[in-house]
């Protein structure tokens, strides 16, 4: 990314763009998705998934599972959608049972489209996708399937076609291991048709123009230039290590974040083991316990950032995040950091139980890989 920037109207661009759109297709893992490319965040992923597929006054049906969660439904409702938006208890998934009750008592086919975070970056709970998909067909609604995946994309397995999803939405920030700036959405068939029908109002989050202008390489706008040579490299070192590898090394990382936790004493937010995330992990701390000091002591004293307690959750729990260009020893340094901040905010947990308890589970794999 730290190179001159170029003419984003010259003949530099196509091949860049090309490359990009077919690493990131290979991501989502996709034949049908067209990928759409915004100079934005993650919450501009959201507005075009909304405003490309949706009227206002339809209705769609959401789940408020956490902050973020919560959030998407509250962007439709800007837009002048109606939101069914159930209620939760955070700390668990979609159910797929209550999306096919929901789709089925929906006689009329009312619900236009249905709102999933993948993996909610709140609470450490990362929701069945393919039960969600089975469960729309089991009722036989042609609700659309709109996927936050901000937050599992290039970590954990997401399947665009096998799913079904019709539009998939994520940021530059995460797994894709860039800083902030750019959304990426993958548009599916029923998405893109849908999107010559729908009135809404748009202009700059307008995927038809873009998606005109990628076809040739350029974009209707002026793009984050220099963001696209990062993207490019990050496709390529996902492509290098092998998207099942990727996957792996973040499932083997999780657990040893998992299993510190369980030697600290102290308790997930997310309740169901099937729903773990392995992108990060939320931290209840104990009752007249204030988890911003954590947060306070990990910063000033340690210089090591954690996750804030978000919407219901501020103060009550932290997160770690373990996402993207990670290995095994950033993790280590991570959870000895923790233990000594959790220390100084009062919460003692045994000194180095964390670290090694995640060390052990890291050396049962290498073991199985030493050489005889």
């Known amino acids: 990314m730290d190179r001159p920037v170029p003419d984003h109207r010259g003949p530099e661009l196509p091949p860049l763009v090309f490359e990009t759109v077919a690493g990131l297709q290979k991501i989502f893992q996709t034949t049908s998705g067209e990928i759409v490319l915004f100079p934005s965040s993650g919450t501009g992923g959201w507005e075009s998934s909304l405003v490309n597929t949706l009227n206002p006054g339809d209705r769609v049906l959401a789940f408020n599972i956490g902050q973020f969660s919560h959030l998407y439904a509250e962007c439709a409702r800007g837009l002048g959608i109606t939101v069914d938006e159930i209620d939760l208890p955070w700390g668990s998934g979609v159910p797929a049972d209550l999306v096919q009750e929901r789709l089925r008592a929906d006689s009329q086919h009312t619900y236009a489209a249905v709102l999933v975070v993948h993996n909610e970056t709140s609470t450490g709970v990362a929701s069945d996708v393919r039960v969600v998909r089975k469960a729309i067909d089991a009722a036989r609604h042609p609700a659309l399937l709109l996927v936050d995946t901000v937050s599992s994309l290039a970590s954990i397995d997401f399947r665009f076609d096998e799913w079904k999803v019709d539009v998939a939405l994520t940021g530059s920030q995460k797994g894709l291991m860039l800083p902030p700036g750019l959304a990426v959405l993958c548009v599916g068939p029923r998405a893109l048709a849908r999107s010559a029908q729908v009135r809404s109002p748009r202009y700059f989050f307008d995927w038809r123009p873009v998606l005109t202008e990628m076809r040739r390489g350029y974009f209707s706008s002026t793009p984050a230039t220099l963001m696209l040579f990062g993207l490019r490299e990050a496709v390529r070192m996902l492509a290098e290590e092998g998207l099942d590898k990727v996957f792996a090394r973040h499932a083997r990382l999780a657990e040893g974040v998992r299993r510190a936790v369980r030697a600290w004493g ?33 910063e000033q004293r340690l210089h090591l950032s954690l996750g804030a307690g978000l919407g219901r959750l501020k103060g009550k729990a932290f997160r770690i995040g373990h996402l993207g260009a990670l290995n095994e020893l950033e993790v280590l340094a991570t959870l000895a950091g923790v233990e000594m901040a959790l220390h100084l905010a009062g919460i003692r947990v045994p000194l180095a139980a964390g670290v090694s308890a995640c060390e052990h589970f890291f050396m049962e794999e290498v073991a199985t890989l030493a050489p005889r």
């Open 266 to 298: 102290l308790q997930m937010v997310c309740k169901n083991p099937r729903e773990y995330s392995n992108t990060l992990t939320a931290i209840a701390v104990p009752d007249g316990i204030d988890a911003d000091k954590v947060l306070q002591m990990a």
